[in-house]
């Protein structure tokens, strides 16, 4: 299964989902049957790194987010991965526009897969990227519990 996480700039929120859902994916024993990457709607950050406030807060966490690189969502995106997961609905409708009816199902909110207590609060990862560090950790407290949620999607498909 082919999964691709999207935010606007692929800096803060898509990176980090990214990130956190490798690693349940590989302490789930899931990681050599997917392929996962991450992009943006818009290129605004073509070849730069996370913001280095979504790294130090995913590190604290025990996640790396240093190798990931920014880039802009294609149409070869479009067609080749299974599940295009967004982080708000601002990305979402973007993405529904720049995509024909036949791929729509594959666009999905990150938080569909939520299943704990943020799941009844959040209905998309807010943008941290005017935000204080605090922002940034709320987006990990979303991501980790949309990504559990996401696994058990993924480990019931495979």
């Known amino acids: 299964m082919k999964i691709l996480f999207i935010c606007m700039g692929n800096i ?38 996370p913001d280095a406030r979504s790294q130090a807060a995913a590190k604290r966490r025990g996640y790396d987010l240093s190798m990931l690189r ?24 973007t993405l529904l526009n720049r995509t024909s009816h036949e791929h729509h199902p594959k666009v999905r909110r990150m938080m569909e897969f939520a299943e704990g207590s943020l799941a009844a609060q959040f209905r998309e990862v807010p943008d941290p990227y005017y935000g204080e560090r605090e922002d940034f950790e709320r987006v990990l407290d979303l991501v980790e519990e949309a990504s559990e949620g996401l696994v058990r999607y993924v480990h019931e498909r495979l």
């Open 70 to 93: 920014a880039r802009a969502v294609t149409e070869a995106d479009i067609e080749r991965f299974d599940l295009l997961v967004v982080m708000d609905d601002l990305n979402y409708s």
């Open 12 to 49: 803060c929120r898509s990176p980090t989902a990214e990130g956190v859902f490798r690693k349940k994916a590989a302490d789930a024993g899931l990681l050599d049957r997917l392929t996962i990457d991450s992009a943006g709607t818009h290129n605004y950050h073509p070849g730069e790194p």
